[in-house]
């Protein structure tokens, strides 16, 4: 296939892009080295320049074209494929969406979006057995007032963020001189702004001036499909790694977040921890009771918080964990199904209509939820088994549960993404989250020893490898988004490779588990933003470390933390350097993100954190005096 550049450019006096011939701009392309491989792209030095006696501010386009047929983009932590433009576009979580034409709301064409929305700088395109993608740098600094891109270990004070683009009219991927988010700016999914007018967005070069920068270039085969992804991902995270700033010690860490979750969150008469403490504007604290088993609270929190308890020897925190665990395992069972009820609260008592019901298309029983309470069941069952401690009523509640849903599998060998209330039925499909059903069915497989069952949940696995992790593109996570792109549902699956590679030895699990991570460390910032907002921008918070949650919801979330035991499992059977680096951006972004000490972040006391970070300014919706 041939490949050319067309470059374009808009002032902040026009109305749309024009070539830049009819602009006092020049580009100029020099080749410096490289075949365009991933171990040696073709590396070319671009200078622009303008050439008018006045300053020219505005966006200046590049676009790598391509002669394509069906193609496929990859702008990592922004868009997978075509974001699942295939799938119906009218539902309740709106999120970028990929189509030819001219398609509704919130469907498009062409994107163009800040660098920053992207965890690493580069785009993709898959057309034709051949993969095509650039990599430049995120932002440009000014150094002794020269205009320079930033590069690692290059100093200097921000001047502007850089952007990338991709097109199915055009067959391209691209990278831009300043930015635009367009055709609409997606703070969350249910806060979309229109395309905003040009302003600080802009490029400003003074009259004569000129700014160099290296553009990296990439087209080779497609060896494996989509799944090349993360060997493309890997050698861009070569090009442009820092790594988090210096945090505290992992057990002070344990010992604050523990801490605080059982002496802030915790509700004795409730049995559970709160879904989010608040802290008002006059100093007093709100505390947000939205109950669930797991997922947002419930044994999410009462699990690390024993795990911490026994490492730091502390009995108040062990307790409030074990009321916590007891509490689900005596009482959320619903009689009529065998399934437990995943929500609990004073008026209404257990059921299955949580937060995130009206979210939902197929009211029931979340596969999601019910499945991950039970792995983090047994997760607590071993970690008390270690210390003598037996709770064979919390080992017989999951006995109880898991052949349920292993009956509920359809004929691809898939668990449900929901069940029936009355009879645990599955009634919706199409999910990876769903596979938190075969992480417990592994996890209470490798305790019992009772593997009978082996062949169909091995089955199930090739199913979720094949349609979700080898396309890298994973949906069908937590019940809000939708089944929109996101980094949540493949937390299930690496806990599942790691479990049936404990339980067969087969060496396809550990290459399927580093693929599970490699997919999630598409989500996962390479760099640190150069966040210009406080309290961020005051601490010098990194970005190196933290995952994307989704593409509908692009904040970072610390979940994506959990998965670290298994990157070391990993690191435990096959030395790799890669996995270890994620590994340690993973712990350090973790150390540096929370209170050490009250109001560290100009909120709450030590050990608090937000639920979300928002590496990208453009993702504020909540502010404070």
Not at 197 to 222: I, K, Q, R
Not at 234 to 247: C, D, S
Not at 258 to 278: E, M, Q, S
Not at 587 to 612: C, I, K, P
């Amino acid at each position: 296939m041939m490949m050319q550049f067309v470059c374009t450019a808009r002032s902040a006096d026009d109305e749309d892009y024009r070539p830049l011939a009819e602009t006092p701009l020049t580009l100029d392309f020099a080749y410096d080295h490289g075949v365009s491989t991933l171990a040696d792209p073709a590396v070319w030095q671009v200078t622009l320049t303008n050439n008018a006696a006045a300053p020219w501010r505005g966006v200046v386009k590049l676009e790598l074209c391509v002669a394509y047929d069906a193609p496929r983009f990859f702008l990592p932590g922004f868009l997978y494929g075509r974001n699942r433009g295939e799938a119906p576009i009218r539902v309740d979580n709106r999120y970028p969406r990929l189509r030819a034409g001219t398609p509704e709301f919130p469907a498009s064409p062409w994107w163009m979006v800040r660098a920053d929305r992207l965890s690493h700088p580069a785009a993709f395109l898959l057309d034709g057995g051949r993969w095509y993608g650039l990599s430049a740098a995120p932002y440009f600094v000014r150094q002794n007032g020269v205009l320079q891109p930033w590069q690692p270990g290059r100093a200097g004070t921000f001047a502007q963020f850089a952007g990338f683009t991709c097109s199915l009219n055009t067959g391209s991927v691209g990278y831009t001189l300043g930015y635009e988010n367009a055709p609409w700016l997606f703070v969350q999914s249910h806060n979309i702004k229109p395309r905003a007018p040009m302003g600080e967005n802009c490029l400003t070069l003074a009259a004569g001036e000129s700014v160099a920068f290296p553009l990296y270039l990439y087209d080779f085969v497609a060896v494996d499909g989509e799944r090349t992804l993360y060997a493309a991902l890997e050698a861009v995270y070569g090009l442009w790694h820092t790594p988090p700033r210096p945090g505290t010690t992992p057990s002070h860490a344990a010992e604050l977040l523990a801490g605080a979750v059982t002496r802030d969150a915790w509700l004795p008469d409730d049995k559970n921890y709160v879904g989010i403490t608040k802290e008002r504007s006059d100093g007093s604290y709100e505390q947000n009771k939205i109950f669930s088993i797991s997922w947002t609270n419930g044994l999410s929190a009462a699990v690390p918080c024993l795990q911490a308890a026994h490492r730091l020897g502390d009995k108040t925190i062990r307790a409030a964990a074990l009321a916590c665990i007891d509490n689900i395992v005596q009482n959320s069972l619903d009689p009529r199904c065998g399934l437990p009820n995943e929500t609990w609260d004073a008026e209404n008592g257990w059921s299955c209509r949580g937060w995130w019901f009206d979210g939902m298309y197929t009211g029931g029983h979340s596969g999601y939820l019910v499945g991950q309470t039970l792995y983090y069941i047994l997760k607590a069952y071993r970690l008390e088994a270690a210390r003598g401690i037996d709770h064979p009523d919390w080992l017989a509640f999951v006995q109880g549960v898991v052949p349920r849903l292993a009956a509920a599998r359809n004929g691809d060998g898939e668990y449900p993404f929901t069940l029936s209330e009355q009879t645990g039925a599955g009634l919706e499909y199409d999910s990876l989250g769903s596979a938190w059903c075969l992480a417990a069915e592994a996890a209470l497989m490798q305790l019992t020893g009772d593997t009978a069952d082996l062949p169909a949940m091995e089955r199930s696995e090739v199913h979720y490898y094949d349609a979700f992790i080898r396309r890298a593109e994973c949906y069908g996570g937590p019940p809000d988004t939708s089944k929109a792109v996101d980094s949540e549902g493949v937390l299930a699956y690496i806990r599942v490779a790691r479990l049936l590679h404990e339980l067969t030895g087969k060496a396809v699990y550990l290459d399927h588990l580093r693929d599970a991570l490699c997919y999630e460390y598409s989500f996962k910032f390479c760099y640190n933003v150069p966040v210009q907002v406080p309290p961020l921008s005051r601490l010098g918070w990194s970005s190196c470390g933290g995952s994307i949650t989704s593409v509908a919801n692009p904040h970072i979330h610390p979940m994506s933390c959990t998965v670290a035991d298994e990157m070391f499992y990993y690191l435990r059977c096959r030395p790799d350097a890669y996995i270890e680096s994620r590994l340690k951006d993973t712990v350090g972004w973790s150390l540096q993100t929370f209170n050490t000490f009250d109001r560290e972040y100009d909120y709450g006391r030590a050990g608090w954190m937000s639920e979300r970070f928002c590496h990208c300014e453009g993702l504020l919706v909540q502010t404070y005096p």
